[in-house]
């Protein structure tokens, strides 16, 4: 059984569905919906519960959706049914140390997408592997897109900070890796990457944008704080909104990066 097995069914109610979960997933969105086009192939990594997945099959793309565990891709297969677009959305189980397992359409894709840190469940060797079989899945133009967790995130270094927890405010300082826990029974080790550590792995592929995902919008943890204090939520969309540059992206909670072949 895969780590996230144990989260799938609670995954949507701690991220996908939070606040601060939706505007930062809303970022991703942002970028991408000028991006793809209407009969693209896409190859979903780490696609958790199949929202992005369904989010692109409505703009008329056709997504591979893979993770690891196979509760998410179950997961994610219901939720394409129960959004009418099944048709255009085809699950896999898969390793992201495999990737040349991926069942394609036979051909490269026009995206590869790795949302929301699962990346960071890769070592430095393991994210080589990915860089070494990256070339082979895109199309000549194709584009890779990785959203992936700093090495430092302001909110959470001042958060634990002042709450006296020094330990958790500068647990991504160091790289990894870090046991990151899942639930009560269940943890994960975890590296954190700067972008530029993380475009260094891609070099074989042009760099098009890195921007912050998550520099006004606080970490999903932070949700229940936030949802305490209502008026805040439209002040750091805003700000989420405004600090589009590179220089936000070192201190966001993760980064966009975007590749293009």
């Avoid at 069942?103 to 070494?132: K, R, T, W």
């Avoid at 009560?184 to 475009?199: E, L, Q, S």
């Amino acid at each position: 059984m895969a780590p996230f097995d144990h989260i799938a069914h609670e995954y949507d109610r701690q991220f996908t569905s939070t606040a601060t979960g939706r505007l930062q997933r809303a970022v991703v969105h942002s970028y991408l919906e000028a991006k793809i086009r209407p009969g693209y192939s896409v190859l979903e990594l780490n696609c958790g519960t199949g929202e992005d997945a369904v989010w692109l099959a409505k703009r008329g793309c056709r997504v591979l959706a893979t993770d690891v565990s196979a509760e998410m891709v179950a997961l994610t297969a219901v939720k394409a049914r129960q959004a009418g677009c099944s048709s255009q959305v085809q699950t896999q189980v898969l390793d992201l140390r495999q990737l040349h397992r991926a069942d394609g359409p036979g051909e490269p894709f026009d995206l590869v997408l790795s949302n929301f840190g699962g990346l960071n469940c890769l070592s430095p060797e393991e994210i080589q592997a990915v860089s070494a079989a990256m070339p082979a899945l895109l199309r000549p133009g194709g584009m890779f897109v990785a959203v992936v967790m700093g090495r430092f995130c302001w909110w959470e270094t001042l958060y634990f900070a002042l709450k006296g927890q020094w330990r958790a405010a500068t647990r991504r300082w160091g790289g990894g890796p870090v046991l990151a826990a899942l639930n009560a029974g269940t943890g994960i080790p975890v590296w954190y990457y700067t972008p530029a550590a993380f475009r260094a792995f891609f070099s074989g592929l042009s760099v098009r944008t890195v921007q912050p995902v998550g520099f006004g919008v606080p970490p999903s943890y932070l949700d229940a704080w936030l949802s305490r204090r209502p008026r805040w939520l439209p002040v750091l969309d805003f700000i989420e909104k405004k600090c589009r540059g590179r220089l936000w992206a070192a201190a966001a909670d993760h980064f966009l990066i975007a590749f293009q072949k």
